[in-house]
């Protein structure tokens, strides 16, 4: 019986270890974390934009995905092919992965109450 409470008491104190995050070294020849995050907020405010533009200038090349990703790409002094390698990689750490979307929405809901408090006024 007391070795039963031992064991029970033992799998209750490591089930409850705190648990430390361990810090990813990513590397040095893909985007680093804040670069990424800014291109794939650029992405998806550009995917925002598309989605109210494009059906008013459906024959306007300048609304198009290509054409805005591009324009993100170009500002970035990266291709679309080293884009999806990075997108790729970081896809191998999908705790780091997860990180960098949650500050990309982070900064995206920074940017609607910016928007929020400029049209309330």
């Given at each position: 019986?007391?070795?039963?409470?031992f064991?029970?008491?033992?799998?209750?104190?490591?089930?409850?270890?705190?648990?430390?995050?361990?810090?990813?070294?990513?590397?040095?020849?893909?985007?680093?974390?804040?670069?990424?995050?800014?291109?794939?907020?650029?992405?998806?405010?550009?995917?925002?934009?598309?989605?109210?533009?494009?059906?008013?200038?459906?024959?306007?090349?300048?609304?198009?995905?290509?054409?805005?990703?591009?324009y993100?790409?170009?500002?970035?002094?990266?291709?679309?092919?080293?884009?999806?390698?990075?997108?790729?990689?970081?896809?191998?750490?999908?705790?780091?992965?997860?990180?960098?979307?949650?500050?990309?929405?982070?900064?995206?809901?920074?940017?609607?109450?910016?928007?929020?408090?400029?049209?309330?006024k």
């Open positions: 019986m007391r070795s039963y409470i064991i029970v008491i033992l799998f209750i104190l490591i089930s409850c270890k705190s648990e430390k995050k361990e810090e990813i070294i990513l590397d040095s020849r893909y985007l680093p974390k804040h670069v990424m995050i800014d291109i794939i907020k650029e992405i998806h405010l550009a995917d925002a934009a598309l989605s109210i533009l494009q059906p008013r200038y459906n024959n306007d090349k300048k609304f198009t995905a290509v054409y805005y990703y591009n993100i790409f170009k500002k970035h002094n990266i291709t679309k092919d080293y884009f999806e390698k990075n997108v790729l990689y970081y896809s191998l750490y999908p705790q780091v992965f997860e990180e960098v979307y949650d500050s990309v929405q982070i900064e995206i809901s920074k940017l609607q109450v910016t928007q929020e408090i400029f049209d309330d």
